[in-house]
């Protein structure tokens, strides 16, 4: 087995390239117009920070996903096992997934 080397600079571009379009990650401010400030979403519950940012939380929070190390990489490279897909949703909650490597990658940058 090769240890696939997850980095923390590789993180930030993944967070570029598939998520920043839609949200920030700082402890500052409310966010992105499109969506919630993901600052302090690991160990949150689901809806958190869409109603800290103002955003329609009901369906998020029904869930009751708390967004573990676990959970969030299982959702981040296969979402509909976590979170049931909604037509005509455009959030990230019907995204198709990013690769293993990717999600890892992102973790790890979010945790420092
Ligand atoms: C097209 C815009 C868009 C993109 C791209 C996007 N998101 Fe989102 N995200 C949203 C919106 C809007 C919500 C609120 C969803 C809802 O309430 O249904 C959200 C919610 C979330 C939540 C849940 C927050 C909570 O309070 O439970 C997480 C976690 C999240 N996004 C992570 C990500 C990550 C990681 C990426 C990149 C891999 C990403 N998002 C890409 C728009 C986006």
């Given at each position: 087995?090769?240890?696939?080397p ?16 839609c ?5 500052e401010?409310?966010?992105?117009v499109?969506?919630p ?15 800290q940012?103002?955003g329609?939380?009901?369906r998020?929070e ?6 573990t ?21 455009r ?5 198709r ?7 890892h990658s992102?973790?790890?940058?979010t945790?420092?």
């Amino acid at each position: 087995m090769t240890l696939v080397p997850f980095n923390v600079r590789r993180g930030q571009a993944v967070f570029k390239k598939h998520c920043a379009q839609c949200h920030t990650f700082k402890a500052e401010g409310r966010g992105s117009v499109r969506g919630p400030n993901l600052f302090g979403v690991l160990d949150s519950l689901s809806g958190t920070k869409v109603k800290q940012w103002g955003g329609s939380y009901q369906r998020l929070e029904e869930f009751k996903v708390t967004w573990t190390r676990e959970t969030l990489l299982l959702w981040l490279q296969r979402p509909a096992e976590v979170v049931p897909q909604r037509p005509g949703d455009r959030s990230c909650m019907t995204f198709r997934g990013i690769d293993h490597e990717e999600a890892h990658s992102w973790l790890l940058w979010t945790s420092f």
